[in-house]
């Protein structure tokens, strides 16, 4: 019995998982194993809407055995530790698993770049928990600003800093702007909208690199009218526990700091032989496999594949990365020559929060209303499962007729006025 092992189930593992399952269907000698931490699929590109509030959490993750269905492939729910190349064996936190191919697709983590006080002073986004743990951070420091009558102390509880101008860091900020004017200060009766202020760090000259530079641009413009402020060659040098340090002079005070900035490998990724990028991705040849070990694929925001180098790290790679990868496996077991990854943008769509956005797709850019109607059906189309999509489309409704729900559910972490951060 052959086996392939798959690590990770975010976009380019299932993938990868579900095209095996396609090319080994009439194969019965072979095991399909999906082994990943979370027992969930993320749909990353709507995390911005659970911190303001938008749309449940539970809406955009789809259990990976509700995926799998009828399908025969395994499913386990373990922490991989290691990945033993020359052994074929991956540690898992139950013990070893020997495999005969390995798809590694275990994604990115944050990189502070080293910056001091980074990592300790600023609030992650990347996981579901950090999104739904940064909703309630913001909800906990509105509560505390409503009741505070000096205006300067308020005014550094409403100061949120976006370290970061690329998709994430640009959606994120215009999903809270949509939240703090259009339902905090309608709601919170102590906080008057000028004290709000919304701050987006890019030590680059333009946000949103990658899209067209005129909707770069439109874009920055939009958001610039809604009254957040682009900080463009803004290099953070600094973060405090109330304020960041830029280009090692300028210091703003804010509570709030979050940080989209920097990617880098998983640290199992980097661990892996060979030659890595200045990231950490692991070089793989155009076939996808890893240098001296034919029968290891890596895909996604692990992998810098020797033909596509400079390819984005967003879902549509993960996800034909994940597709060829599988096809190549079912070559391999049939003496089939393998097929090489080519990078095909499929365009950008960015949306700036309620009723706007900026789409770069097959030649034609447009902004606007239509384009957010656009961004929100191809979201609303990629989503994974019916249920979902009527959730998703649910949310989506009520939030057009009655106020989003700012009920703080759980102890917010790192509050000093909570009690809950570490010096208290
Ligand atoms: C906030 C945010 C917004 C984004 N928005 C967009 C967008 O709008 N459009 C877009 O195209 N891309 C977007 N991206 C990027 C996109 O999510 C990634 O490029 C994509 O997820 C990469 O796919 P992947 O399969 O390489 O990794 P992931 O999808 O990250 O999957 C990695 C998987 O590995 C699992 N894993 C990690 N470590 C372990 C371990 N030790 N043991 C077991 N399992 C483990 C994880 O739980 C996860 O299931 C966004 C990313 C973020 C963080």
Known sequence: MKRIVVLGAGFGGLEATLE???????????????????NYFLFTP????????????????????????????????DDVRAIDAAGRRVALASGALEYDHLVVALGSRTDYF??????????????????????????????HADHVADPAVRRQMLTFVVVGGGYTGVELVSEMHDFLFH?????????????IRLVVLEAAPEILRGVHPKLAQHAA????????????????????PDGIEINGSEIISAETLIWTAGVRAHPLVEALPGPHDRIGRVLVNERLQLEGHPE?????????????????????????????????????????????????SQGALVSLGMNYAVVDLAGLKFSGYFAWLFWNAVHLYK??????????????????????????????????????????
């Not at 339902?183 to 004290?195: K, L, S």
């Not at 390819?311 to 060829?324: C, D, N, S, W």
């Open 296 to 344: 290891i694929f890596v895909v996604g925001d692990s992998a810098a594949a020797a033909s596509a180098k400079d390819a984005p790290r967003v879902a549509p790679v993960a996800i034909a990365q994940g597709k060829l990868a599988a096809r190549n496996i079912a070559h391999r077991e049939r003496g089939e020559p393998l097929e090489g990854y080519q990078y095909i």
């Open 20 to 38: 095996l399952e396609r090319a080994f269907r009439h194969q019965p000698g072979s095991e399909i194993l999906l082994v990943s931490e979370q």
């Open 46 to 77: 709507l995390l911005p809407q659970i911190a303001s509030s938008y749309i449940n959490p539970r809406h955009i993750v789809q259990p990976v055995r509700d995926i799998r269905g009828r399908r025969r492939f395994d499913f386990r729910r």
């Open 183 to 195: 339902y905090v200060a309608e709601r919170y009766r102590g906080i008057p909208r000028a004290d």
């Open 221 to 240: 413009k939009r958001l610039r009218v809604e009254g957040i402020e682009i900080r463009l060659g803004a290099k953070v040098t600094r973060c405090f």
């Open 114 to 143: 080293g910056i001091p006080g980074a990592r300790e002073h600023t609030w992650d986004f990347k996981s579901l928990e950090d999104a739904v743990v940064l909703r309630e951070r913001i909800l906990d420091i509105c509560e």
């Open 383 to 424: 989503l994974v499962g019916l249920k979902k999509q009527l959730q998703v489309a649910m949310d989506w409704s009520l939030a057009a007729i009655f106020p989003r729900d700012a009920s703080i559910v759980r102890r917010p972490r790192r509050c000093k006025l909570c009690g809950t951060d570490e010096a208290s």
